[in-house]
């Protein structure tokens, strides 16, 4: 079976950094896109930010410019650098994966367990 397990979340200042890191596990043959989600209290699941295996990245407007995405195709591994932290990213990350785990079968999707990221004003 596949697993993705992330790291890196806690408390931190308003303005502050973290980084995130979601390593997949298993029997994998490609992975193809790596994305990172968020979810507030009371609030809906929301892309932050992927990127595919060629390394083309996307953000949500709300971090573009703070946030920066990368992987480690080697390692299987993304992450998520988040500088100029705002109490509003306040949320626990999810860590998304979309991948193939034998060559010829069709991909599918996975999902960490979520880390959570909080941001005092």
């Known amino acids: 079976q596949v697993q993705l397990v992330e790291s890196g979340g806690g408390l931190v200042q308003a303005g502050g950094s973290l980084r995130l890191s979601c390593a997949a596990s298993g029997s994998i043959f490609s992975i193809n896109v790596m994305r990172w989600y968020r979810q507030a209290p009371g609030k809906g699941r929301e892309l932050v930010a992927g990127?595919?295996?060629?390394?083309?990245?996307n953000y949500a407007d709300s971090v573009k410019g703070r946030f920066t995405i990368s992987r480690d195709n080697a390692k299987s591994t993304v992450y998520l650098q988040m500088n100029s932290l705002k109490f509003e990213d306040t949320a626990v990350y999810y860590c998304y994966a979309n991948l193939i785990q034998y060559r010829g079968s069709y991909s599918a999707q996975y999902w960490g367990q979520g880390t959570q990221v909080t941001v005092s004003s």
């Open positions: 990127i595919t295996s060629g390394g083309t990245t």
